[in-house]
Structures are given as structure tokens and as C-alpha cells.
């Protein structure tokens, strides 16, 4: 019987969007749904292949749980706020092709120090 642990493999992407489906951004099954819809979303907008490729993940809990469903995008260090349908297109178009951060929707940046 062999131990052999298997190195994983991972196609190249630019952002990694991180939705939480917890119990509190849940609740109704909204963000379940639109965890759901993020392949065809991000098909239609070009970001499932090429330089602007993104990954999804589903998240069990961010521990920010009031205004969900919580979105954070990664690299970057964006989490966004009541991520509805409307507004993740209007993350897509703008942050994920774009790569301008959709401000009112932002409830927290991260800072990253040059050095």
C-alpha cells in the first residue's frame, strides 16, 4: 500500500473570491444561490480563463456577520458587504474586469506594507 502524498495541481488565476455561506449570511439561501451562480457569472464576463481568471470559494463563516453575505476578494484584501445578486455584477464588471475597487459596498481594506 503506497503513502505516497500527491502534490495538488492549480490552473494560474488572478483573484480568488472567498463568499461566506454561513448560517447568518444563509439564512434566506440567497448566498448559497448566488455562490451557485458565480461559474456562469464569470464565464459570461471573461474570468474563467486567460489573465483575468478567478477561483470561488465557498466560506463557512468570515465572523462579520451583520450585513452579509460577505465577499472577499484575494489578493486584493477587498471585503465587500451585502453582496447581493445586483451587486456582485456590479463587482464583476467593476473589480474582478476592471480592477477598481466598488467603494461603497467596501466595509474593510487591508493595507499592505512596501518593503
Known amino acids: ?3 505516497e502524498i ?3 495541481k ?3 488565476y488572478k483573484r480568488h ?3 461566506c455561506t454561513g448560517p447568518r449570511c444563509n439564512a434566506d ?3 448559497m444561490a ?3 451562480s458565480l461559474g456562469e457569472k464569470f464565464k459570461a464576463a471573461g474570468l474563467d480563463a486567460a489573465e483575468l481568471r478567478c477561483k470561488r470559494t465557498r466560506a463557512s463563516c468570515f465572523a462579520a456577520c451583520k450585513g452579509g453575505p460577505i465577499l472577499c476578494v484575494q489578493p486584493d484584501g477587498t471585503w465587500y458587504y451585502n453582496v447581493t445578486d ?3 455584477n456590479r463587482i464583476i464588471e467593476e473589480h474582478l474586469k476592471n480592477g ?3 467603494e461603497d459596498l467596501v466595509f474593510h481594506q487591508a493595507s499592505f506594507e512596501q518593503g
Do not use: H, Y
Request: charge should be positive; hydrophobic fraction near 50%.
Open 6 to 8: 500527491i502534490k495538488p
Open 100 to 102: 477598481r475597487i466598488v
Open 86 to 88: 445586483e451587486n456582485m
Open 1 to 3: 500500500m503506497s503513502t
Open 34 to 36: 448566488l455562490f451557485d
Open 29 to 31: 439561501g440567497k448566498s
Open 10 to 12: 492549480i490552473g494560474a
Open 17 to 19: 473570491v472567498l463568499l
